[in-house]
């Protein structure tokens, strides 16, 4: 076996259908010729695979295997995953913005289940660019609150689209209501590599997979705006958050145990589709 080679194939167990190669992204992979022949990655065309593992997952008898830390392969058990229709409709319609937390932290290990879950969301060209900061400590998300608040000063008077809501904000701090993270336990940084246009739509991505997920762990989320805008300029606040040089918040997230259950759907605006 060619232990450098981009994919594995088992002889006795490929039945040449051509799947892995219809399903790849790249076409880079040659299906069986005969039945003498194996799939095959050229070595030319190695450079090119993207490590998403269509090929291996989508090979109904696990005859392909995929040459990426090939010890980590996983499979599927049995009926794992299988969602009804209607599940998955009420387990998305019932999904909150949570503004009030319990002062109940959620666990480290939890967390990680989380994340772990939400590290499959897709991105471009299977790049994973998003890494994560995940700030646990209340007192440092309120840190976080209070040099959101300092950047919003900074827009009193200026040509800026929060300039307006910013001494309304300010003031409700002031008051002692936290209108910034609205006293979440942790607060979650996505930041992803600068001057890459794609890759903030790929922070986006998965932490929607984490807002997601989440909810099955008994967590509740919310999407923490001032502070992701305060992110992307005010540097006394990039460093707090602890982001890296070249790299840039793609969005945050505050979370926590909900205070409160959700009981019912509410409603929202009718579905408005053009077919063409």
């Known amino acids: ?48 695979c993207i490590a998403c593992g269509h090929c291996e997952v989508t090979c109904p008898t696990h005859a392909l295997l995929l040459n990426v830390r090939p010890d980590e392969k996983e499979e599927i058990p049995g009926g794992a995953g299988a969602v009804s229709a209607v599940d998955m409709e009420y387990y998305l319609k019932k999904r909150r913005s949570v503004r009030c937390f319990t002062a109940e932290p959620v666990a480290k290990e939890e967390i990680l289940a989380v994340l772990d879950i939400a590290r499959y969301a897709p991105s471009g060209s299977n790049g994973q660019p998003v890494q994560w900061t995940v700030i646990h400590n209340p007192k440092d998300v309120r840190r976080v609150a209070e040099l959101t608040v300092e950047w919003l000063k900074t827009l009193i008077d200026i040509a800026h689209p929060l300039n307006v809501y910013a001494p309304v904000l300010i003031q409700a701090w002031e008051s002692g209501d936290d209108v910034i993270c609205r006293d979440a336990p942790h607060l979650l940084v996505a930041h992803v590599p600068e001057n ?8 986006i991505i998965a932490l929607t997979h984490f807002e997601i997920a989440a909810q099955a762990f008994g967590i509740g989320t919310c999407w923490a705006g001032f502070v992701s805008m305060a992110a992307l300029t005010y540097q006394p606040l990039r460093e707090e958050l602890g982001i890296p040089v070249g790299r840039t918040c793609a969005f945050a997230m505050m979370f926590g145990h909900p205070k409160y259950k959700t009981y019912g759907l509410p409603r929202r605006d009718p579905v408005e589709v053009t077919w063409r």
């Open 1 to 48: 076996m060619n232990k450098t080679a981009t994919i594995l194939v088992d002889e006795d167990l490929c039945t040449r259908c051509g799947i892995c190669s219809f399903v790849c992204p790249m076409s880079i992979i040659d299906p069986a010729a005969d039945e003498n022949t194996l799939p095959i990655v050229r070595e030319v065309n190695a450079d090119m």
């Open 196 to 203: 890459t246009p794609i890759a903030s739509v790929d922070g």
